[in-house]
């Protein structure tokens, strides 16, 4: 159980945020839990970001879509390859297309624009699959993007779907929903596949390959993999997800939503699955073949995964020889990631002393409170002024965020490790293993900190 924060630096807290921060004590947590999955505090400068960025984070990665941003162009720039998600197909989906909304379009409306830009596209490139998505000011003036798109795909026969995306209308995890929503109006089309054995993949954006990563485990263990939501993802693959007789969600948070959705529509179960260390790698491997119900297949997954453990022993003693003791802070976006980092810090014998998520949900900090140690702070929603306070008091020795937390870690003389949707090294499986442990002792240990913290 919980209680609202009460130390030294509680004065540097606005009122209103006390309750989202908590310590952990050598007998648990005391009172009703922490307040999460509520919009941000006005002024507290969340570091979430908008509906909008939530949408096309997870639509982005499929690589023959084409995305249209119907707003000012500073949403499209904003969003500019906004993810390092790799493709072994097409690579236009790195490009936004803006209506770049001006004055006279607000005060008059902006759908003439949006026609004119669909049929542009269409024209020019022939695409099979538009994402539209509103921003804000569209959301404002109320320009019938439904209308518009609706119009274009019966045109030309192709799927034109909206994204309501104004940023006002919510956070980061209403865009995820969006996104989801879209993705659904086009696998509806497509739900009456005939079922076979093997998995969709959702959550996962082949961040620096790492979606080739776990379709090649996949591939040794003997799992088909279907379809995959959408790292590396297209429309053909997108028709026979329905087929699936499994869904595997990596990341919770972006896609719980769509694989609930899936399960209605199509009758598609799901497990939850994390492919960052050792143990949850191994775990969740072993899940899905669990899961298949394929006692065979169970059994390859062991063999597999205690050959990979065996290959890892030497490196995490070299690496956890030279890190253990060390004081680190986590801020990532979910819940779900958050504890397989401290399961992985553990492994090296590091304290996680401070942990944090933007949209982690209620059962997400039952299990970090399960697994950290006394004394422990854990944040939902956090700011930087927070994070400063508590790397301060605690002492932190590394702190692994995302691109917004860098500066503030470096300015404060602390080691940092991105493990944010930008990076172009994989994090994800086995050899994820072996790049974050290098990553974190390259930074902790790099001699920099001594001359900066004199």
């Known amino acids: 159980m919980n209680v609202p924060i009460q130390t030294e630096s509680d004065s540097k807290v606005l009122e209103d945020r006390k309750k989202s921060i908590i310590f952990k004590y050598e007998d648990g947590c005391t009172g009703k839990g922490i307040r999460c999955e509520v919009d941000s505090v006005s002024g507290a400068v969340s570091q979430r970001a908008c509906v909008y960025c939530g949408a096309r984070v997870v639509l982005n990665p499929i690589t023959d879509a084409f995305h249209i941003v119907h707003g000012p162009i500073g949403c499209a720039s904003y969003t500019w390859d906004i993810r390092g998600s790799l493709s072994s197909g097409e690579d236009l989906y790195r490009n936004s297309f803006s209506t770049d909304l001006r004055e006279k379009d607000i005060i008059f409306g902006g759908e003439r624009k949006l026609e004119a830009a669909l049929e542009e596209l269409i024209n020019k490139y022939k695409p099979k699959l538009i994402f539209v998505y509103a921003t804000c000011i569209v959301g404002v003036i109320g320009d019938d993007i439904d209308a518009v798109c609706k119009k ?128 949850d790698t191994t775990a969740s491997l072993i899940h899905i073949a669990e899961a298949l119900g394929d006692e065979k297949l169970r059994e390859k997954a062991i063999i597999y995964c205690e050959k990979k453990q065996k290959e890892l022993e030497s490196t995490i003693e070299q690496y956890r020889k030279k890190l253990y003791g060390k004081k680190a802070a986590i801020y990532v976006g979910g819940g779900f990631k958050a504890i397989s980092l401290i399961r992985q810090f553990n492994t090296l014998g590091i304290h996680t002393v401070v942990v944090g998520t933007q949209t982690g949900k209620k059962e997400d900090y039952e299990i970090i409170e399960s697994i950290v140690e006394k004394d422990t702070v854990i944040l939902d929603d956090a700011n930087p002024s927070e994070l400063e306070t508590f790397m301060k008091e605690r002492v932190v020795d590394i702190l692994v965020g995302g691109v917004k937390e860098r500066p503030l870690a470096y300015k404060m003389g602390i080691a940092f490790c991105d493990h944010n949707h930008e990076r172009k090294h994989p994090l994800a499986g086995f050899e994820g293993v072996i790049n974050f442990m290098k990553e974190i002792n390259d930074s902790v240990n790099n001699p920099v900190w001594n001359y900066i913290r004199q």
């Open 152 to 279: 274009f795909s019966d045109k030309y026969q192709i799927h034109v779907i909206p994204v309501k995306s104004p940023g006002f209308s919510g956070n980061k995890s209403t865009g995820y929903r969006m996104a989801c929503n879209a993705i659904m109006q086009v696998l509806n089309t497509y739900k009456e596949q005939p079922k076979q054995k093997g998995i969709n993949i959702l959550g996962d954006y082949n961040l620096a390959g790492e979606m080739w990563i776990i379709k090649n485990y996949m591939k040794q263990i003997g799992i088909p993999v279907i379809s995959t939501f959408t790292g590396d993802s297209n429309l053909e693959s997108m028709k026979k997800a329905s087929s699936a007789s499994l869904n595997v969600v990596q990341c919770a948070g972006s896609s719980t939503y769509l694989a609930n959705q899936m399960k209605d529509a199509m009758g598609i179960p799901y497990i939850k699955v994390s492919f960052f260390g050792l143990e």
